[in-house]
């Protein structure tokens, strides 16, 4: 693949990982799911006059993808979303670090072949990258399941 054509596969696989996310959030019907990256904010500010330089642009520059809301407890997660084709503790914190630097708390979401992972940035930091499963009791294995195999079906096709 040429460099050009590898970039905007893994754009797209970076994408296919946030729309499954928002997904499973949203099916759940727990989860208000806000699109929060920089992808929806900076452009808005370029456009209002703000510099490329400017400090508050380029704290937004590392904003994470999702603020989720969860409706039981009213709690705000910031959450980043990645993929990769299978786990790497190593770009793992690379990530974590990345997003404790000026979200903090927030939290990573890792979509890879072998399934999902979850965890708060400041957790994965302190285990210098590992993460675990991503279980939550309103997203279910069966739900998990459905949506691993887009994700699959995704990487096969390529």
Sequence with gaps: MSTSTEFTHNLIKGKIAETIFAQMFRESRQFTVLEFGYE??????IQQGYSQDNPTVNILRTAPDFAVIDHATSE???IEVKY????????VLIDAKRMAKSWNPSWLF???LDGFYFDEVRNIIAITGVMPVFT?????????AKY??????????Q
């Design 40 to 45: 929806k904010i900076i452009p808005e500010l």
């Design 76 to 78: 705000v997660r910031l």
């Design 84 to 91: 990769q084709k299978q786990l790497s503790p190593e770009y």
């Design 110 to 112: 890792i979509a890879t």
């Design 136 to 144: 939550h009791p309103q997203i279910g294995s069966d739900t998990q």
């Design 148 to 157: 691993l195999r887009i994700l699959k079906d995704f990487e096969q096709g």
